[in-house]
């Protein structure tokens, strides 16, 4: 049975989910969810996330919200697909897992009010973004990227010396911020630097961001 995202290529979220299908070399189908009208309130998403929000996921019986989630289960089911996401060596995967949740705890917080201010509020409703808001969130996520740029001084990606789920999770936050005046704060810090043009130009990347207004 076909793999089902509910899903729009606004939402970074589903984004998440599109690109690590992309590195899974899965197909899918994606259903449209429209976030302007609400649709994610209604009860064909309400029933599988109660919070009302995307991406919303189906494999056969299995049905999950939660991008992160979403992608564990897919790396993990197909396991023989693709790139490897999570390591088989238990102290590999703990270092990954290590920075899948700084991603989680501490990035996704300083960076989800910077997308919203810089590109939905325009997108949606053709508003200005706050500039004492961006000027306050930017300073937060320039320490943020300090610690990025130590790690990878050691290391090439954030989960160790190869390609993880660790740096999947942040694909389309730094896809987002790129067309963005946020995207210096990435170009200041060389090992950043690099690591973004590794990871944005995979074909994953290329693959799931097709059609996406970012
Ligand atoms: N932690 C959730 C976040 C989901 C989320 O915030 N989705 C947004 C789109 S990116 C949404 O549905 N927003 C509409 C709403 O909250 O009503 C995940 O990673 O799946």
Redesign the pocket.
């Known amino acids: 049975m076909a793999i089902k995202v509910y899903g729009?290529m606004i939402?970074?979220?589903?984004l998440?989910v599109l690109v690590c299908l992309a590195e899974k070399d899965l197909h899918f189908e994606l259903i449209y969810v429209d976030?302007a009208s609400?649709e994610?309130?209604k009860p064909h998403i309400l029933s599988t996330n109660p919070?009302?929000?995307?991406?919303v996921f189906e494999d056969g019986d299995v049905k999950l919200?939660?991008?992160?989630a979403i992608m564990q289960y897919i790396a993990r089911t197909y396991v023989n697909k693709g790139t490897d996401l999570i390591s088989n060596d238990l102290k590999k995967a703990a270092e990954q897992s290590m920075w899948m949740e700084v991603e989680s705890q501490k990035f996704e917080p300083a960076t989800t009010r910077l997308v919203w201010e810089l590109c939905m509020k325009r997108l949606l409703f053709g508003e200005k973004e706050d500039e004492a808001v961006v000027n306050e969130l930017e300073k937060k996520l320039g320490c943020l990227l300090d610690v990025y740029e130590a790690r990878m001084t050691e290391s090439k990606y954030l989960g160790g010396d190869s390609f993880s789920m660790a740096d999947l999770y942040h694909v389309p936050v730094i896809k987002f911020l790129m067309g963005t005046k946020t995207k210096k704060l990435f170009d200041a810090r060389p090992h950043v630097s690099a690591w973004v043009a590794d990871i944005l130009s995979r074909p994953s990347c290329l693959k799931a961001f097709c059609g996406c207004p970012y």
């Open positions: 729009s939402s970074t979220a589903t998440r976030l609400g994610q309130k919070f009302g929000q995307i991406p919200m939660e991008s992160r």
